[in-house]
């Protein structure tokens, strides 16, 4: 994964970094342009996953929109060169300046997340003289099969309006003048690394789609979410998920109406794998049933094991020695900041590296600065390869 050039270029950088292989971006974003736009899919890159703007630059030249769910992202976006009518904003507690952010940008679709949220759009776009275009996101319970954090589409989530809101929905759309219903939208959650659930989608959008009409609704686009997993345990062998299946399940079991579109938010599978934690091993300790490595990066920097108990895969860079078992832990003052427990790895000392493999997506920007810790940096390979 890392070439002898990268490595030794590795050892002039304070440390902990954020690495990121473009060349590996590219190559994602060449599956998904080969099996999902060019079958006539959008695609928007959940700019949650990751906001930085050399990552940007390549999805916006790849063809993708953006998928956004604060105001802040819609600017960054904008700043980064999209089109704000490749912008979709979902969110369930959207301030009433990022809606006119919305608004004043005219972005290609509010993702709207309950009534109340509607009605306060329908006023504040009515104020600005505007319609806004909106796409219902819906709640279709169901179950994603990934950790309970990063489950969205269930009736116990926070997320989308729940199907029994239906009626009323019907009921008060032709009252509000300044929105104007394009799609419904989905999302069921996040890290799905099974098909199935997505299968399940497919039958609820079909079903939901078929009232919509009867109630004499046409919609312009569906918009699915994103989700789609990464193999976190295996990323050389896997280094994207496998896009043809993915969209084809989309193609097969969709009920498209005849010009409908159809949107996907893909964030994890698209930047996921590009992205690693450099980190500079600080002390060895001896414990009692393990050995402790002792890294400068931290759950400030990455922290995904501490919240979801996510793992994410220890390269040791720099030693080749027969293995020792290590639990690998950051300096900060929490027994969670742990990045693996009880591994094997190739006997390491003091002032070896290690990568935090599939670091790209809700790695960086999850980063805070909880013991006074300062933002780490990002280096590209097309930087570092010379
Ligand atoms: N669309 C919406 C409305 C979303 O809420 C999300 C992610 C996505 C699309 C993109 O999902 P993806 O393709 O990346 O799975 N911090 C967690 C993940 C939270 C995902 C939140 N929503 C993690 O590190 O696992």
Not at 78 to 106: C, M, R, W, Y
Not at 177 to 190: A, D, Q
């Amino acid at each position: 994964m890392f070439t002898p050039a990268q490595i030794e270029a590795f050892s002039n950088l304070k440390t902990p970094f954020y690495f990121y292989d473009l060349d590996l971006l590219r190559k994602t974003l060449d599956q998904v342009k080969e099996y999902g736009l060019s079958k006539g899919f959008h695609v928007h890159f959940a700019i949650k996953a990751n906001f930085n703007f050399r990552i940007l630059e390549l999805i916006k030249e790849a063809g993708l929109g953006i998928d956004c769910v604060s105001g802040q992202e819609i600017e960054r976006a904008i700043e980064a060169g999209f089109s704000p009518d490749q912008i979709a904003f979902a969110g369930v507690g959207k301030t009433d300046e990022e809606i006119q952010t919305g608004l004043n940008h005219n972005i290609f679709s509010f993702n709207c997340e309950s009534l109340q949220e509607l009605e306060v759009l329908n006023n504040l776009a009515s104020e600005a003289g505007k319609t806004a275009q909106v796409s219902i996101r819906l709640n279709p319970n169901v179950e994603a099969n990934t950790h309970k954090y990063i489950t969205t589409g269930l009736n116990e989530n926070k997320f989308g309006i729940t199907t029994d809101k239906l009626p009323l929905l019907f009921d008060l759309l032709p009252s509000f003048h300044s929105v104007n219903l394009t799609g419904i939208h989905f999302h069921i959650g996040s890290q799905i690394r099974a098909l199935e659930p997505f299968v399940q989608l497919c039958e609820k959008v079909n079903n939901l789609q078929d009232l919509f009409e009867q109630k004499g609704f046409e919609l312009e686009h569906i918009n699915l979410g994103g989700g789609y997993g990464i193999d976190y345990e295996a990323p050389d062998e896997e280094p994207f998920p496998e896009f043809k299946s993915f969209f084809e399940l989309f193609e097969k079991n969709l009920e498209l109406r005849e010009n409908q579109q159809v949107h996907f938010e893909l964030g994890r599978s698209i930047a996921g794998q590009c992205g690693s934690l450099i980190s500079k091993v600080l002390y060895i300790k001896e414990g009692i049933a393990t050995n402790f490595a002792v890294i400068d990066a931290g759950m400030t920097e990455l922290i995904r094991p501490a919240l979801y108990q996510a793992s994410h895969k220890v390269d040791v860079l720099t030693s080749s020695k027969p293995e020792k078992t290590y639990d690998v832990v950051g300096p900060i003052c929490e027994s969670s900041d742990t990045f693996q427990r009880g591994i094997q790895l190739p006997e390491i000392k003091r002032g070896d590296f290690v990568a935090i493999r599939s670091a790209g997506a809700y790695g960086e920007v999850m980063s805070s600065g909880f013991n006074l810790r300062e933002r780490v940096k990002a280096y590209y390979s097309d930087d570092l390869n010379q």
